[in-house]
């Protein structure tokens, strides 16, 4: 009896001691997720207000403390969505349906011609 009750509490603390990792490690992914979100939208923000991109850079670099080269491939990655989102909100507002709209794109290649293309931006 004692010997099942010895391994039973072993057991328990075990699991709690897993389960408690495990809620660490969930908890560090979505805090890293949400700062990344975070500082896309704002690179995103300040790209669409027609903040110049040297400002951009200076203010994460400097307030963010983030390298240089990371916020340069966020704000390249944001030019293009931003392409991309007004592209589909032209052809929508010219009566295109979501179905239409997503057909239009992939038989055009947009999201690749886009991508490759720093005119169409």
Not at 60 to 79: A, G, H, N
Not at 86 to 100: A, I, R, V
Request: net charge negative.
């Amino acid at each position: 009896m004692e010997f099942l009750k010895l391994g039973s509490g072993f057991l328990g603390d075990l699991a709690f001691e897993i389960y408690g990792d495990s809620l660490n490690q969930v908890g560090e992914i979505a805090f890293s997720d949400a700062i990344e979100i975070g500082i896309e939208n704002t690179i995103d923000s300040l790209y669409e207000a027609n903040v110049d991109d040297k400002e951009i850079l200076r203010i994460f670099s400097e307030q963010w403390r983030i390298r240089m080269e990371d916020v340069e491939d966020c704000l390249v990655w944001e030019k293009r969505k931003s392409a991309i989102r007004s592209l589909k909100q032209y052809l929508k507002l010219q009566g295109f349906t979501k179905g239409e709209i997503d057909q239009f794109i992939k038989t055009n290649r947009a999201i690749f011609k886009i991508g490759h293309n720093k005119e169409l931006w």
